[in-house]
C-alpha cells in the first residue's frame, strides 16, 4: 500500500448515509455536501472524506487549508457576509469580471493565490444564528483552523474548549503572530514584523546594506505549511486514539525554526552571527550571483572539484592552480579576488550564453529569473506548475498549481477560487437549513 493510501485508512473516519445504522454504529451520517468534491481522481487523494472549517484570512491560515484542499479535503471558507476575506480587496491586479456592467474591479490576483479548492459562506459570527450554523458545521468537521487573537474567538463560543465539548473528535488549530502563551501572545503579527523580530531581516540584503524583507511573505508560507503538516499528524493520532486536540502554531515560532543551521551555528558557539552575505555563502566560494551582459547568472561551487568545472568553462584552467584559489580555505580568504575575477569574465557573454555553455557540465548554475521567466520557464511548464482554470465570473484565469505529485493520486485544482458566498445556500441546505430559512438569514443579514 502506498504511503498516500496508508494515510488515507488512517485519518479517514467511516461514514454512513443511512440513520439507521449510524445510530446503531455510533458513527456519523454524512452530510450531502459532504460527498461534492467526489470525482474519479478527488477519491484517490490522501485526504478524501475530510471537512474542514476554515475561519483564517489573508495568507497564513488560507496557504495552509489550501493545502489541505489540494490534497482532498472538503474545505468550506468562512468570510465576512459584506466584504469576505480582506485579500478581496488587495489589489491590482484583479481578475476583470466577464460580464462589463458588474461593478467592481474583478477577483484580486491575491485572494485566488490561496483560495482554490474551497467553498465560500458568507456568515457573520457576530450574530446568534450564526454561530448555531457554525456549531451544526463543527459537529461534522474533522479540522477547524482559524487564525484570530488569542481568546479572541472565546466571547462568540467559537473557542477550543467550546467546541471540544460539541465534537471531541475535532482538531482545531489556531494560527497566531505570537502563540497562545508568552510576553508576546496578545500582540498582532504581520509576516514582515516576524521576519524583522525574530531575525530573519537581519541576515537577509546584500552584504554592506540594510536589512530587507524577503520578496515573498515567507514565515507566513512556512507557518502555513507547519500547520497543514501538524494538522495530518493529528489526523493520524486520532485514527489511533479516537480524540482531537488543539494546535497552537505561530508565525514567530516557525520563523525561529527556520532559522535552522543558522541558528545552530549561533547557540554552538555562542558568537554574533555573521550578519547579511547577499546571495553569497560565508564558508564557500564562489558561491553567488554574478553580472552578465544582460542580467545576473548564480554558481555554485560547493567544493575543490567544482570549482575546477568552473576554471574550465570560463576558459580560465590556471586559476585552479592558483595558489590563492586551490582549496574552498584559500578562496574564502581571498573572497574579493576571486569574485572580481569571475564577474569581469561573466560580464563578457549574456546569461543566456553563459547557461549553454554550463549545460552537462556537472556544475550547480542558474540565471537569476523575474517571476514572468519563472513562470514561462520550460522546467515550470514542463512540471505542470502554472494551470488554466475556468472562474464563474472571471472566465478562463491561470494559477500556479500544487508542487507535489503522488504515484496514486493526482493533487491539483479542481476547483478555481470561490465568489464570496458561492455556496451559502449549498451548505446550508447540507445542514437542514430550508429556502425559507435561508431567505430569512440573508434578509437578517447573517449570511450572504
Known amino acids: 500500500m502506498s504511503v498516500a493510501l496508508k494515510f488515507q485508512a ?19 451520517r454524512t452530510a450531502p455536501w459532504r460527498r461534492s468534491y467526489s470525482s474519479a481522481i478527488g477519491d484517490t487523494l490522501p485526504l478524501t472524506g475530510i471537512k474542514v472549517l476554515d475561519m483564517t484570512r489573508v495568507l497564513a491560515g488560507p496557504y495552509c487549508t489550501q493545502i489541505l484542499g489540494d490534497l482532498g479535503a472538503e474545505v468550506i471558507k468562512v468570510e465576512h457576509p459584506v466584504r469576505g476575506d480582506d485579500t ?34 458568507g456568515l457573520s459570527f457576530a450574530h446568534k444564528p450564526g454561530v448555531e450554523i457554525l456549531h451544526k458545521l463543527v459537529k461534522e468537521c474533522d479540522v477547524l483552523v482559524e487564525n484570530y487573537l488569542p481568546g479572541g474567538l472565546k466571547k462568540y463560543n467559537m473557542d477550543y474548549e467550546t467546541l471540544h465539548a460539541i465534537n471531541p473528535k475535532l482538531i482545531y488549530a489556531s494560527i497566531t503572530g505570537y502563540g497562545q502563551t508568552g510576553p508576546y501572545s496578545n500582540r498582532a503579527g504581520y509576516d514582515v514584523m516576524v521576519e524583522a523580530e525574530m531575525g530573519l531581516m537581519h541576515i537577509t540584503g546584500a552584504r554592506d546594506g540594510a536589512p530587507v524583507k524577503v520578496g515573498v511573505a515567507v514565515t507566513d508560507l512556512t507557518t502555513g505549511l507547519y500547520t497543514s503538516n501538524a494538522i495530518m499528524a493529528a489526523l493520524i493520532a486520532r485514527g489511533r486514539t479516537g480524540k482531537g486536540q488543539h494546535i497552537d502554531a505561530s508565525l514567530s515560532d516557525c520563523q525561529v525554526a527556520t532559522l535552522s543551521n543558522l541558528a545552530s551555528s549561533a547557540l554552538i558557539s555562542g558568537k554574533k552571527d555573521s550578519g547579511r552575505w547577499g546571495t553569497a555563502h560565508p564558508s564557500i566560494v564562489p558561491y553567488r550571483s554574478y ?33 590563492r584559489f586551490v582549496t574552498n580555505s584559500d578562496r574564502v580568504k581571498h573572497r574579493e579576488v576571486i569574485d572580481g575575477l569571475i564577474e569581469t569574465t561573466t560580464k563578457q557573454k549574456t546569461t543566456q550564453e553563459w547557461l549553454e555553455v554550463f549545460e552537462g557540465s556537472g556544475m550547480p548554475y542558474a540565471a537569476v529569473n523575474d517571476i514572468q521567466g519563472t513562470l514561462n520557464h520550460s522546467h515550470v511548464q514542463a512540471r505542470g506548475m502554472v494551470t488554466e482554470v475556468d472562474h464563474p465570473d472571471c472566465g478562463p484565469i491561470k494559477l500556479v498549481n500544487t508542487p507535489i505529485k503522488y504515484s496514486h493520486a493526482t493533487p491539483g485544482v479542481r476547483t478555481p477560487p470561490p465568489t464570496l458566498g458561492q455556496h451559502t445556500d449549498e451548505i446550508l441546505g447540507g445542514i437542514e437549513y430550508g429556502k425559507e430559512d435561508i431567505a430569512r438569514l440573508k434578509q437578517e443579514r447573517v449570511v450572504s
Open 88 to 121: 478581496r480587496a488587495w489589489g491590482p491586479p484583479f481578475a476583470k469580471y466577464q460580464d462589463e456592467s458588474r461593478q467592481g474591479p474583478g477577483e484580486s490576483a491575491y485572494y485566488l493565490a490561496v483560495n482554490r479548492n474551497k467553498k465560500s459562506i
Open 10 to 28: 488512517l485519518v479517514r473516519r467511516p461514514v454512513v448515509n443511512s440513520p439507521t445504522v449510524a445510530a446503531a454504529t455510533g458513527l456519523r
Open 291 to 323: 553580472k552578465t551582459r544582460d542580467g545576473d547568472i548564480l554558481f555554485g561551487g560547493g567544493n575543490d572539484k567544482l570549482f575546477g568545472v568552473l576554471c574550465d568553462r570560463l576558459g580560465y584552467p590556471e586559476w585552479k592552480t592558483d595558489v
